[in-house]
């Protein structure tokens, strides 16, 4: 019962400013699951001590009340027997008066110490109940906030993300801009070139043709091409 009673007194007198402190830097509310496990775990013995303790609490009441009562009764019976001069059953009675006192006072002395446990352990459970109370309500207030501040990290990162992409995507799709425009550029320029080179090829045709005409017409003009024919 000592023992148990030291494990109760133990966790009463936990920290709990502490417990949220080490929860926050473990990022966890482990430390506190485990110290409402173990509250839980000795609560529930405690709550068994309690019934064990009050039972006998009234059993050693009732028997030192009736060894009161029966001393009591004794008590007369003596005085009885003496004044009808019944000294030796006098003497038997008063035997059994000072055993039954005795065992009066035992039960007496014994129901006050089991009585007196029995207030240390109601004391502790509510002691105890109140502590683990606090703890379950501090557990979920805390895990809401972690939540809330997790959530707040994915977000700022979510954000950081966005501004990187914006940063360093923007100059990507610049420069893809730019290769694709300068591509473009280039194929106009061979596009150009390749004109130019038709254009200059076309325009040579065109004057062999008309010099050809040209040398044709002399030919006949001469006489040359119906020699030539000949």
């Avoid at 019934?51 to 007369?76: N, P, S």
């Avoid at 280039?186 to 254009?199: I, N, S």
């Avoid at 065109?206 to 040209?214: S, V, Y």
């Amino acid at each position: 019962m000592a023992t148990l009673i030291d494990k109760v007194q133990t966790l009463i007198s936990a920290n709990l400013h502490a417990m949220v402190d080490r929860a926050l830097e473990a990022n966890s509310v482990a430390v506190m699951d485990e110290y409402i496990r173990q509250a839980e775990d000795n609560l529930e013995k405690l709550e068994d001590a309690v019934v064990t303790v009050g039972g006998t609490v009234k059993t050693l009441k009732r028997k030192a009340e009736q060894h009161d009562a029966e001393a009591e009764k004794l008590d007369q019976s003596i005085d009885t027997l003496l004044l009808q001069g019944k000294k030796e059953l006098a003497a038997a009675a008063q035997s059994r008066l000072n055993s039954t006192r005795r065992l009066a006072s035992d039960y007496s002395e014994q129901w006050q110490e089991q009585q007196k446990q029995y207030q240390q352990l109601l004391s502790s459970r509510r002691k105890l109940e109140a502590k683990l109370t606090t703890i379950r309500q501090e557990r979920e207030h805390l895990q809401a906030l972690m939540e809330l501040a997790k959530s707040k990290e994915v977000a700022v990162k979510a954000i950081k993300s966005l501004d990187d992409l914006a940063g360093v995507g923007d100059a990507d799709i610049a420069r893809i801009g730019e290769s694709i425009r300068a591509r473009l550029d280039r194929a106009a320029a061979q596009g150009e070139m390749y004109a130019g080179r038709l254009e200059a090829e076309m325009d040579e045709v065109l004057e062999k043709g008309e010099i050809d005409i040209q040398l044709e017409e002399r030919m006949r003009r001469l006489g040359l091409r119906d020699e030539a024919a000949g």
